[in-house]
């Protein structure tokens, strides 16, 4: 496999929300990555995915907090199948192309994947949150404790994709 991008989304100002951000910032001080592989912290802003993902990538894994209804802390690993913009109604594509923010990694991904600029594998490596509504900087304890195992589940991503040197 090529290059792939490790896209770390979230916002610190929101408790769990900076789940991505905590996570990227572990990434960075811990792991020397190959040279294909590419991680970045792109924020609340899926534009500045669909931007990183220009460059041509053959992987994608993107790390957020998700809820998927289970305990907090929880760490899913989960393949995705963005739907295709040009499967919908006309009306439909014109409101969503009307939207510039692109501000969770589903909008993100159904732009990148109408742009044809979306690898063919796509992950989200994500953490049950506990709170993504409070103004706090820090993430819960779960949370906080989901770090390590988010980065080992990425690294064995990586083995999976990643050619070796």
């Known amino acids: 496999m090529g290059r792939v991008l490790v896209a770390c989304m979230g916002n610190m100002l929101r408790r769990d929300d900076g789940f991505g951000v905590a996570v990227a910032q572990r990434l960075r001080a811990r792991i020397p990555w190959p040279e294909q592989v590419q991680v970045v912290e792109v924020g609340i802003g899926g534009i500045h995915l669909v931007q990183e993902l220009m460059a041509g990538y053959d992987a ?18 989960l393949e995705v199948q963005v739907p ?41 490596v994500g953490c049950q949150p506990a709170d993504t509504e409070s103004l706090e900087i820090g993430l819960s304890a779960p949370v906080a404790q989901a770090i390590e195992p988010t980065v080992r589940a990425l690294v064995s991503f990586l083995e999976t994709v990643v050619d070796p040197p």
């Open 60 to 77: 994608l894994a993107i790390v957020d907090a998700v809820d998927r209804q289970s305990p907090p802390g929880t760490v899913h690993v």
């Open 84 to 124: 295709d913009l040009s499967q919908w109604p006309r009306e439909q594509q014109e409101d969503f192309l009307a939207d510039m923010h692109y501000a969770t990694p589903t909008k993100a991904m159904i732009l990148a994947k109408a742009l044809q600029i979306l690898p063919p594998k796509v992950f989200i």
